[in-house]
DNA sequence: GACTCCCTTCTACACCTGTAGAAGCTACTC
DNA sequence: GAGTAGCTTCTACAGGTGTAGAAGGGAGTC
């Protein structure tokens, strides 16, 4: 992706996160991006491209950031790491998540976009590996349903009423907040 | 509320659902409510006035909704009747489960929305006294940890990566595939 | 230098949207 | 029947938005 494409997909991804899908216009990714008006227009022709390549820039920056939290042995580790992704993705990464969130829902009427469902198939992978390797039966469905519970708790901290109630994203207590919620969803999966 | 107001509201909602937010303008709503044009914009003058009375709609109808999975001492059965409601939120209750997905988002930049948020507070609330009934300690957050969980599950299913490989919401194997995921949630809080 | 190609910027325009106010209608009061 | 209050429908209009095409500019080739 050259330089230019980049620019307007990463502005684009900031005007999705902090106006919403209907904010998403030429214009403001224009601006978002500093660039002259007609830019993101002249790239994108449509809007549909536009949101296109948005998609595409999330899906490309989700495979960039691979984890490995494999050891299955240490599950306080393993829900530590995993907590701090989850923080980062509520700090750091804040606005690619409420865009990613914004897109899927998108998605929902918009067949053509269901590439970002593929969102998450890393974890889901990750999960059924770890869960195959420690020998829990019926591993992929397991490892399903343990990814919801932890989106779960990433939803209902960033947009849900955990907004108003968990303890602020970047501080220590909410990490420790995340770990031993994730550490109580192992244990459902685990078993200890 | 007077009948023309909740038939806009209801048209609202199913307009939300299925267009997004972005669709959610007076003359689609007009339309989706075989009203002639001008009567949405006439009893909502702004469109910050209609996306508040959808969003009022909504809580309105969650509270008419009174559930009572109250038997703590029947954790299979609770999971049971846990997924028969979570499954309706997907067939009957689908465009309503979709619209508050889509408000929550918006409330993200929206403070005066947040109201949506008390959104699942019966559900947290009923969470907390099984919890404090059967002893679980810090029962309070754990019933927000075991909401976000089963959240995390409706989101999966319903615009997440397991709209995709879930089994069809309405079929009785999608009842027990809720109720097997919902019953490891539990399993996670009660520890059995 | 003239030409060409490609990237970038500008401009145009039909259509859509939010919002306001005027016009019309209905039912009820005197 | 005249009047009136309140709901409902129509019309207007300023601005925003999607999209297309024209204009500009700069590097590379002959």
Chains 1, 2 share one sequence.
């Not at 990490?175 to 244990?187: F, G, K």
Request: glycine content about 8%; hydrophobic content about 40%.
């Amino acid at each position: 992706m050259s330089d230019r494409l980049t620019q307007i997909a990463d502005a684009a991804v900031h005007v999705v996160a902090t106006r919403g899908m209907r904010g998403l216009t030429h214009r403001a990714v224009d601006a978002q991006a500093g660039l002259p008006q007609g830019s993101t227009s002249a790239y994108f022709r449509t809007r549909k491209a536009l949101i296109e390549a948005l998609v595409r820039r999330l899906a490309e920056q989700d495979t960039a950031e691979v984890t490995d939290l494999v050891d299955v042995t240490d599950l306080d580790a393993l829900a530590k790491g995993s907590a701090q992704v989850l923080d980062s993705w509520m700090t750091t990464g804040r606005e690619r998540t409420l865009a990613r969130y914004a897109c899927l829902l998108e998605a929902t009427h918009h067949p053509e976009l269901r590439t970002i469902l593929t969102h998450g198939a890393q974890s889901r992978d990750m999960a059924r590996t770890m869960l195959e390797r420690a020998g829990v039966p019926d591993a992929e469905r397991q490892g399903r349903t343990l990814v919801a519970f932890i989106d779960g708790l990433l939803f209902d901290r960033l947009v849900g009423a955990g907004a108003l109630n968990a303890p602020q994203p970047g501080t220590p207590e909410s990490i420790t907040d995340l770990t031993t919620a994730i550490r109580t969803a192992l244990r459902a999966i685990f078993g200890h």
